[in-house]
């Protein structure tokens, strides 16, 4: 199976169609996605404008706390971002704060970089630090605080601190999002996963200006669809949306929890879109589950772990449930 969550189509190829269709678990994906509006024609037929994609960006500002709209850079996904951003440095060494979201390390890696898996910030020794808070798939969370004063240390000799925040929207205390534009710091944010609308590939980066000028010269011009631009613009300005989705996944997450410990499954950690497991029974499990076309996360680093994403109904997790007990 993939390094990351989905993968359906991979799936059918090993366990066969289920009768009931797919349920996917395996992504961090929010199952009750924002409703996507009827979008103006000109959203589809014109290449989009400054005068929009500044809207967006204003919107991204205020949905993240961020300083200035001059510090906020869109782009198609945050997947785009992570595989760029390494060209923008010369060879170095870097840290990956892990086990985390493997592409990280892959993608410094494919640049040409040194690259160490950590489980600390380090004292020093690196020239760049990736972290993802709160951690996938762990859901371990380092203090804003401290993660501000290091980008601070690494600023002072001429690194860089990333701090990938894909999750941050279901704890939005832990975002660094509000010093964005600080030398030595860049943050990573991915519409997707909160907003449940990965498909719409929509992503932002948070920074010193100069680097974001360099990726978006990269990322070339019309970077962002314009539909992207528009359902983005609705859904970061819409705060009673978010507001009560936090709510629902926080009541979903602790569902989840319970369904999994009455089936003796310990949560390891996770955040509300996520809960990592720990069992020695990880590799059947998945198998299993599999098999009933219920399509767990999966790792080849870690054979006693099992993420599961949140059901997205009652008959998904009743599903879920009688697998379980299966």
Not at 50 to 68: I, V
Not at 157 to 167: I, K, M, N, S
Not at 259 to 278: F, I, K, M, N, P
Request: charged share 20%.
């Amino acid at each position: 199976m993939r390094d990351h969550g989905g993968g359906l189509a991979e799936a059918a190829d090993r366990f066969g169609t289920p009768a009931g269709g797919w349920i996917d678990l395996s992504t961090g994906i929010n199952p009750w996605p924002y409703a996507v509006p009827a979008l103006a024609a000109d959203a589809w037929v014109r290449l989009p404008g400054r005068d929009s994609m500044d809207t967006l960006l204003r919107a991204a500002t205020r949905a993240y706390g961020a300083p200035d709209s001059a510090v906020v850079l869109a782009a198609p996904g945050s997947q785009a971002l992570i595989q760029r951003l390494p060209f923008h440095r010369d060879r170095c060494r870097v840290a990956v704060l892990g086990p985390t979201y493997a592409e990280h390390a892959r993608c410094w890696r494919l640049a040409g970089h040194e690259v160490e898996v950590v489980p600390t910030l380090p004292e020093g020794g690196f020239d760049v630090v990736v972290a993802t808070n709160p951690n996938n798939p762990d859901g371990r969370r380092l203090p804003a605080g401290d993660l501000v004063a290091f980008a601070a240390i690494m600023a002072r000799r001429g690194g860089l601190l990333v701090v990938d925040e894909a999750f941050a929207e279901v704890t939005p205390e832990v975002s660094v999002a509000g010093a964005a534009g600080m030398d030595g710091l860049c943050v990573l944010r991915s519409f997707g996963k909160f907003y449940g609308l990965a498909g719409l590939r929509l992503g932002f980066a948070l920074g010193a200006t100069g680097l974001l000028r360099r990726l978006e010269a990269d990322l070339g011009p019309w970077a962002v669809s314009g539909p992207a631009i528009e359902i983005g613009r609705l859904a970061l300005g819409d705060e009673a949306w978010a507001r009560t989705t936090r709510e629902r996944l926080s009541e979903a997450s602790a569902q989840l929890d319970a369904l999994l410990a009455a089936h003796g499954l310990s949560v390891l950690g996770g955040t509300d879109l996520y809960r990592l497991v720990e069992t020695d029974r990880a590799g059947a499990l998945f198998e299993a589950l599999g098999r009933r076309g219920i399509l767990a996360r999966a790792f080849d680093a870690h054979p006693r772990w099992l993420r599961f994403g949140l059901p997205p109904d009652a008959a998904a997790s009743a599903r879920l449930a009688d697998a379980l007990k299966a």
